[in-house]
DNA sequence: CTAATTTTCGACTATTAATTCGATAAATAT
DNA sequence: ATATTTATCGAATTAATAGTCGAAAATTAG
C-alpha cells in the first residue's frame, strides 16, 4: 500500500516517455492530426497504457505545455531575481530562454506556437506564460524609464521582439549556444544603447 | 449547353457566398474544428450543395486561401511596379497590405496564420506568398544596398517588421485606414533614416 | 508461496463528421 | 409543353479515432 519512492520516480519516467513520444507526434501531424494509437506507437506503450497514465488526449498536451512553461519559468526566476540594471537583466533573460530552447529541441517552438491553435480557457500554463511576457514587457519598460533604451514604444518592441528573437532561437540552424555577444548584437540592430553610442 | 454569362456570375456568386460562410466558420472553430454543417448553415445552403460546387472541405479552404493572396498581389502589383526609391516603395506597399486588411477583416489574420496549420505541399497560394515576401525582402536589401535603410541585416528586419506590422494592423481596433504616416512612424521606431536624421 | 496491487494491452464501442446517394425542384432550351 | 440541364438537399454511408473493457502479466507484500 504504501508506494515506495522508486515506484514513484518510474511512474514519472514513464510519463514523460509518453509526453515525449506525444511531442514528437504532434509536432509532426499538429495537435488534432495527432492520433493516440501514434503516440502509443511513438513512446512505446499499448494505447490503453496512455489511459492509465493520462486522462485524456487534452490531458497529454496540457501536460506537455504546462511541463514546459513550468521548467522555463524556473530556468528564468534566479536571473530574474539579481537586481542588475533592466537592460542587462533583459539580455540575461533572452540568453536563459535561449539556452531552454537549446537543450530541448522543438519543444519551445511548440511552446511558442501552441496557443494559437488551442482554445486557451483556464489552460494551467498560461499562467507562467504571463508571467513570463509582462517580465519582459516590464523590463523594457523600466529600461526606456531609466534611459538604458532609446525612448521607443515598449509594445512595439516587445512585438518586434518576438520576431527577431524566434528567428534567432528556433529557425536558426545553430548549434553552438547563444551568447550574451548575440543578444546584445541582436539587440543593438532594434535599439541603440544610449549609454554607449552617443556617438 | 452554351452556359449563359449571367448563369456563370451566379455561380461565381454562390461560391463567394460559400467561401464567405466557411471563413467565418473557420475562423470561429479553427480549421479542423469547423465542419462542413456548420459551414452550410452559415452560408445558407445545404451541406450536399457544398459538394456540387466544391471537391472537398479542403478544397474549400484552398479557394479562400487562394483568393486572398491572389488579391493581395493583384492589388500590389501596380505599387512595385512603380519606379520609386526602394524605402518608398517599401511603404507603400505596406500601406497597401494594410488596406487590403481593412478592407476585408479578418480575411487576412487568417491568411497570414493558417499556414502554421496546414501541410503546405503544392499549395496554389504558397507561390503569391512567397512572391511577396521575396518583394519585401529585397526591398529590403536595396534600401540597405542604396543607404535608405541603415545596415542591419535585413532578414532581421523582415522577422521584427512582421511582428510589428501584425500588430499594428491585425491586433489593433483601430478603424481609421493605415496613412503613410503610421508606417513612417512604425519604421522610424526600427530603422532611423540616415538620409534624415543625420543629426 | 499466495494474495494483493500495479501495469500492460488488443479488441471493442461510440461518436463524430466527411462524403455520397437518390430524389426532386427550378430554370433553360427546343 | 416537353425534354434537358442545372441546382438543391436530407438521409444514408463510411471512415477515422477517442476512449473503454476485461483479461492477463508483472511486480510487490505478507
Same mark, same amino acid.
Given at each position: 500500500m504504501p508506494q515506495s519512492q522508486r515506484q514513484l520516480e518510474e511512474r514519472q519516467m514513464r510519463k514523460e516517455r509518453i509526453l515525449s513520444g506525444a511531442l514528437q507526434v504532434f509536432k509532426k501531424n499538429g495537435i488534432d492530426g495527432a492520433t493516440m494509437d501514434e503516440i502509443a506507437n511513438a513512446s512505446g506503450f499499448g494505447k490503453a497504457t496512455l489511459y492509465y497514465y493520462f486522462k485524456s488526449k487534452e490531458d497529454v498536451l496540457t501536460a506537455i505545455l504546462l511541463d514546459g512553461w513550468l521548467k522555463i519559468w524556473e530556468s528564468l526566476e534566479p536571473v530574474i531575481g539579481e537586481q542588475k540594471s533592466p537592460r542587462k537583466t533583459f539580455i540575461n533573460v533572452l540568453i536563459k530562454i535561449a539556452e531552454n530552447a537549446q537543450n530541448r529541441p522543438g519543444l519551445f517552438e511548440f511552446l511558442f506556437n501552441v496557443p494559437k491553435v488551442v482554445?486557451?480557457? $483556464?489552460?494551467?500554463?498560461k499562467e507562467y506564460q504571463e508571467r513570463l511576457y509582462s517580465v519582459i514587457k516590464g523590463l523594457l519598460e523600466d529600461g526606456v524609464k531609466s534611459g538604458e =533604451?532609446? $525612448?521607443?514604444n515598449p509594445n512595439h518592441m516587445f512585438k518586434a521582439l518576438g520576431g527577431l528573437f524566434m528567428g534567432l532561437v =528556433?529557425?536558426?540552424?545553430?548549434?553552438e549556444p547563444v551568447t550574451d555577444k548575440d543578444v546584445e548584437k541582436l539587440l543593438n540592430q532594434l535599439i541603440t544603447d544610449p549609454t554607449i553610442s552617443k556617438k
Open positions: 482554445k486557451i480557457e $483556464n489552460q494551467p500554463w =533604451f532609446p $525612448n521607443v =528556433f529557425m536558426g540552424d545553430r548549434e
